[in-house]
């Protein structure tokens, strides 16, 4: 006889194995995939079938590349035409650009440097140059060496930056800036922060004039206050109003002027 907790155990390591079992017939392996595209596995190519596309894909490339020597040189082109070169000295065989860029002191020419030098790094090509002068002259040839020593369109392209940088140069670059750049940056925060408070608050405004009254809500306007209607003595006396016929007309067309939690009020006679 098997008591209680044995058999248990012997239940529970039945339905174990049975799991195991179950689990270890999914891990199937899964087949090979062929790494050929579609059309080579199905296709027999032969060998003058793929010399023609060999010869179609090269005279492709070389077409390409006519088109894209014909779009640089029209690219140039425009960038000649809006002035974009002025001052540089190009080679007669178009070897490389040249100009000098004068300034007035070696830290202008140096942030001159820093701002072209960003652009070059972007565009991955650079210039070479040398100052002279004391610092406050730059010395620049642009080529392309990958172009076997050629002016190309990078050369050009760079040449038209380095103007545009050195008019930027001139006109803002100052030797001792009244505000440092931290503190610069920390004004532009303060205005941005004063004009969205401003704005904010506008808005608040607005939405408070904005806000429908208890009419326009339909509800019935709060009463300002309980005073009842009180005819004055002399209103009677004097023959104004004579009988509650006139003194009720009396009350609707004053009704603006008072205001009633009842349509109740009460009239102060004179016996």
């Not at 090509?125 to 080529?143: A, F, I, N, Y």
């Amino acid at each position: 006889m098997l008591n209680s907790f044995t058999a248990r155990r012997l239940l529970r390591s039945h339905f174990l194995a049975t799991q195991q079992r179950s689990m270890s017939a999914l891990l199937v392996p899964l087949a090979q995939r062929d790494q050929l595209p579609f059309e080579l596995r199905t296709t027999e190519q032969t060998d003058a079938e793929i010399a023609l596309l060999e010869k179609d894909f090269k005279a492709f490339n070389i077409r390409c590349s006519e088109e894209l020597k014909e779009m640089n040189q029209n690219r140039i082109t425009n960038i000649i035409e809006r002035g974009g070169v002025e001052g540089w000295d190009t080679a007669a065989d178009l070897a490389y650009l040249q100009k000098a860029f004068q300034f007035t002191s070696a830290s202008q020419a140096q942030y001159f440097v820093q701002n072209v030098g960003k652009f070059c790094s972007q565009q991955d090509h650079h210039p070479e140059w040398s100052v002279t002068d004391g610092g406050k002259t730059v010395q620049v040839r642009l080529t392309s060496h990958f172009a076997n020593n050629k002016a190309t369109l990078f050369d050009f392209q760079l040449a038209e930056h380095m103007n545009q940088q050195y008019k930027v140069t001139q006109k803002w670059f100052t030797q001792y800036p009244l505000l440092s750049s931290r503190a610069f940056t920390s004004w532009k925060i303060f205005i941005a922060s004063f004009i969205l408070f401003n704005f904010t608050l506008s808005i608040g405004f607005s939405w408070g004039r904005s806000y429908p009254s208890a009419t326009q809500r339909g509800k019935a306007p709060q009463a300002v206050h309980n005073r009842p209607l009180i005819v004055a003595p002399w209103e009677i006396t004097t023959g104004a109003l004579r009988g509650d016929k006139q003194v009720e007309l009396y009350a609707l067309a004053n009704v603006d002027t008072y205001a009633f939690k009842t349509n109740t009020f009460s009239v102060n006679k004179i016996i």
